[in-house]
């Protein structure tokens, strides 16, 4: 029995709310989603923290004040800042650590058990698509690294559109589901961030699956998903049973 859940009654707070009907096209939120962000965060602060070392900044002083700050919200901003506040440092610019972040690469990040395995059999049903935030080459190398650099029919990076475009923001969802060539409320969207990946997509008008994997996991949201999953696997188990069954209703269909 897959362990995929929805919320009671079919309005209100608490129920699945949306469009209904025949998936046509699925959506993946990448960070968190498909992988655990903190395995890359860990590479990025480390570069970050060597970076401040050539400034005679104490590099491991900085890289726990850095794994610290993030701690309290990867998404609260001037994490780098705040982190050469937290060990007193002051007059160091910030620029080339900044850079840093962004420059780094991993060679290679785990993705979730079986999470590769699981977009490519969806993708031999339905066409799938990547929408994430972040800054696109740094998300690109994401992908790459992740071996999934190719494992989508469309990527969407919501960056490119303008930061002012990231999720909650419909737009690059809409942007997936044209490039896609599907209605928006013929796609389901699989996510972690209730206000991200779920707000998202509900104004988009799809479909959400909402993952219960990487740091946003407890963090309860407005707005009910459609169906709630322990992982990405569980969520693409869901969605294969979800064919099946329109599948089947349409063979029976045929054959009255």
Not at 18 to 32: C, M, Q, W
Not at 130 to 158: C, E, H, I, W, Y
Not at 173 to 198: C, M, N, S, T, Y
Not at 226 to 251: I, K
Request: aromatic share 6%; net charge negative.
């Amino acid at each position: 029995m897959i362990d995929v859940t929805g919320r009671g009654g079919p309005t209100g707070p608490t129920g699945p709310t949306g469009p209904t009907g025949r998936i046509e096209a699925v959506l993946f939120d990448v960070d968190d989603t498909l992988f655990d962000q903190s395995v890359w965060l860990d590479g990025a602060w480390r570069a970050v923290a060597n970076a401040a070392g050539a400034f005679g900044v104490d590099r491991t002083a900085m890289l726990t004040a850095l794994h610290d700050v993030c701690a309290e919200g990867s998404d609260n901003g001037r994490i780098i800042d705040r982190a050469l506040a937290r060990i007193g440092v002051v007059g160091v610019d910030v620029g080339p650590l900044v850079d840093a972040f962004l420059g780094y690469r991993a060679l290679e990040l785990p993705g979730y058990p079986g999470a590769g395995e699981a977009l490519a059999r969806l993708r031999a049903s339905v066409p799938i698509a990547a929408v994430t935030d972040g800054d696109p080459a740094v998300q690109r190398a994401k992908l790459a690294a992740l071996g999934l650099g190719n494992a989508f029919d469309v990527v969407v990076l919501s960056d490119e559109l303008g930061r002012e475009r990231r999720k909650p923001h419909p737009a690059p969802f809409l942007l997936a589901a044209r490039e896609l060539g599907v209605d928006a409320a013929a796609a389901v969207h699989v996510g972690d961030r209730p206000d991200k990946d779920v707000a998202g997509a509900h104004v988009a008008g799809m479909r959400c699956i909402r993952v219960r994997t990487g740091e946003y996991r407890h963090l309860s949201g407005d707005i009910a998903p459609w169906r709630e999953a322990p992982d990405v696997v569980a969520a693409v188990a869901f969605v294969e049973q979800e064919l099946g069954s329109w599948t089947s209703a349409s063979n029976w269909g045929s054959v009255r």
